[in-house]
């Protein structure tokens, strides 16, 4: 992708997603609402979100008042300060901003000992200011500022994804500036502040109220680095899910409400939420993205006898839900550089007896589906893409889960969006919904108790629904994180000798689900002793699919195709989790350098 345009892209999720998840934060007017918002430190204390429940809370507004009173040498503009006037900050400044965000920080009875926050969020530079940062009540437990800084920074990092954390700080306020240092603050810049005063209110402002005037203070600009971790006591994973205040708000109220007449609320949220951003009009939840490839199969009627075309790099599962309708699997290659279901050997294996093709879009890439269509078309076979691992991921512009008849989605809980286990059967034709919609409800006549056909319990819950739908209103922003995984990987595996990174083919937007490396045949030691290796320094790795033709289940013995063979013999997933840091895909990068001795 164009670099411009994909930094405009960028730029576009980041603000959208800072702006729906600030005002999220701020829409809590219960309590539980609050509770699940807010960000635990290890000792019981918490980072409580300020919110429309806030609003008019007398306690609250008294408290900050006394506060601000306490600490006005460190604000740039001081005032006298009353209870109406902090209400008013607070309404209009904070709650009603949609730019800043502002946390209490409690003990662990939600008593509040200060607050800090972030303004400034919405910007083309994707940066965030941290502000009003105030300890409010003297003598708490050592430490726990800072704590509940580098809480808010990693809060920070995982919801918003910011590429800049920075603060400013008056010159003469050394000991705040010193308390910045230690936490990994370094001055940016330094810029004159110059006295002004209207009647009982003084400002320090950047510019001269006359030609003469001379600067009284500074703002120093401090900008944030994330300390290297020095040494890596935990495993840095192959995947995991990013699960934040929103998934556990939805959750809790599905817990808490949605049974009875409410049993299917999110459910039927998820569903329409999910076909628009795919861009469809019919969506089923379900158990599993198998299950969804076993209904899809049989709304075809797809049975004994039939062949179903699939990619010999793939999870099983594509292949079993072909047994699962008593059809045959055939096994067709895939093509070198987007390791997805090569149209030339696809076109190779169609015979009399071939029903369906299932095209993998396999680790977040799409397959060349304009080739597969075309193919398939010609030979009057129905299509059913495995798009399991590719929400979001594109074919010249379009999502992947919009070119078959029928499309699956995973939300096993290493895929970018999760419900722990849960899949997703989309279509665009009314008649093929209508099909697959009375298998997955085990044959029933819709508004009855009546069975008339065979059917399947291939349900998703609502509880697993409320956790889907906090992942879809994220999802923009999880892809962009990927890719920006991606792009870390790129800049310190490029000149490294001996292996090459998977990278998007030009018509593609792959979502780097699992950033993938394939090992050459000069390397200085093999694909499984790399991985050995790495597991030696805490760097959890897996390989690549092997060709699952070779798998005795089958039973046949056949050849792997050659392009398969040779991936899954050489290919391998790195660390991918959509929370890692950048140091940690550093470390992981240096350590593959130093076992190659590259």
Not at 275 to 293: D, F, R, W
Not at 436 to 444: F, L, N, S, V
Not at 570 to 594: F, H, K
């Amino acid at each position: 992708m164009d670099f411009i345009k994909a930094r405009q892209r960028r730029v576009t999720v980041y603000k959208e997603n800072a702006e729906r998840t600030l005002a999220f934060l701020k829409n809590s007017r219960r309590i539980d609402e609050l509770a699940a918002k807010s960000l635990f430190l290890n000792e019981g204390e918490c980072l409580v979100p300020i919110g429309e429940i806030h609003r008019n809370d007398e306690t609250l507004l008294e408290r900050m008042k006394q506060w601000r009173e306490e600490h006005a040498d460190t604000f740039p503009t001081r005032f006298p300060v009353t209870r109406e006037g902090t209400r008013n900050w607070l309404s209009s400044q904070v709650l009603d901003n949609p730019s800043r965000i502002l946390f209490l920080l409690t003990d662990p009875t939600f008593h509040a000992l200060g607050h800090l926050g972030y303004a400034n969020v919405l910007n083309d530079e994707m940066s965030v200011e941290i502000d009003n940062v105030m300890r409010g009540v003297p003598n708490v437990r050592p430490g726990l500022m800072a704590r509940a800084m580098i809480a808010l920074m990693e809060w920070v990092r995982i919801e918003l994804g910011p590429e800049r954390i920075f603060l400013r700080v008056l010159a003469d306020n050394s000991r705040a500036r010193r308390f910045y240092e230690r936490l990994g603050f370094s001055v940016e810049k330094e810029t004159p502040l110059f006295r002004h005063e209207s009647g009982s209110t003084v400002s320090f402002l950047p510019h001269p109220a006359n030609e003469d005037q001379k600067p009284e203070n500074a703002f120093i600009h401090m900008v944030y680095h994330r300390p290297a971790e020095k040494k890596i006591s935990r495993p840095i994973l192959t995947a995991g899910p990013s699960i934040t205040g929103r998934e556990l708000a939805y959750v809790s109220d599905a817990v808490r409400t949605g049974w009875n007449q409410n049993w299917a609320g999110y459910l039927n949220r998820f569903e329409q939420s999910f076909a628009e951003y795919i861009g469809v009009k019919y969506a089923i939840a379900t158990s599993s993205c198998t299950g969804a490839l076993h209904i899809a199969l049989a709304a075809l009627h797809i049975g004994p006898g039939d062949e179903v075309i699939i990619p010999e790099i793939t999870w099983v599962a594509t292949a079993n839900a072909v047994r699962y309708v008593g059809a045959i699997p055939i096994f067709a290659d895939v093509e070198k550089n987007t390791w997805c279901l090569d149209p030339q050997s696809f076109q190779e294996c169609i015979t009399p007896r071939t029903k369906a093709v299932i095209p993998v879009h396999l680790y977040g890439h799409p397959a060349r589906m304009e080739h597969i269509m075309d193919v398939a078309d010609s030979h009057g076979i129905a299509v059913v893409e495995d798009a399991a691992p590719s929400i979001g991921a594109e074919y010249n512009g379009r999502r992947t889960g919009t070119f078959g008849d029928f499309s699956a989605f995973s939300f096993q809980g290493a895929k970018l969006a999760v419900t722990g286990e849960g899949g997703m059967l989309l279509t665009d034709e009314e008649s093929l919904f209508n099909k697959a919609h009375k298998i997955w409800d085990q044959g029933r006549v819709p508004g009855t108790f009546w069975i008339d056909s065979d059917g399947v319990k291939y349900k998703m819950s609502n509880i697993q629904a409320a956790l889907g739908l906090a992942q879809l209103e994220r999802v923009s922003f999880l892809v962009t994180a990927k890719r920006r995984i991606h792009a870390w990987y790129e800049n310190n595996l490029s000149d490294i000798p001996y292996i090459s990174l998977f990278q998007e083919a030009s018509w593609a937007y792959s979502i780097y689900w699992m950033v993938c490396i394939q090992l050459h045949d000069s390397a200085p030691l093999s694909r499984d002793g790399l991985m050995t290796a790495l597991r030696e320094k805490n760097i959890d790795t897996r390989p690549v699919f092997p060709p699952i033709s070779q798998y005795p289940i089958w039973g046949k013995n056949s050849e792997p195709k050659p392009n398969a063979n040779k991936i899954g013999q050489t290919g391998i997933n790195l660390p991918s989790g959509v929370n890692l840091t950048q140091n940690e895909v550093e470390y992981v990068c240096q350590a593959i350098r130093m076992v190659l001795k590259a």
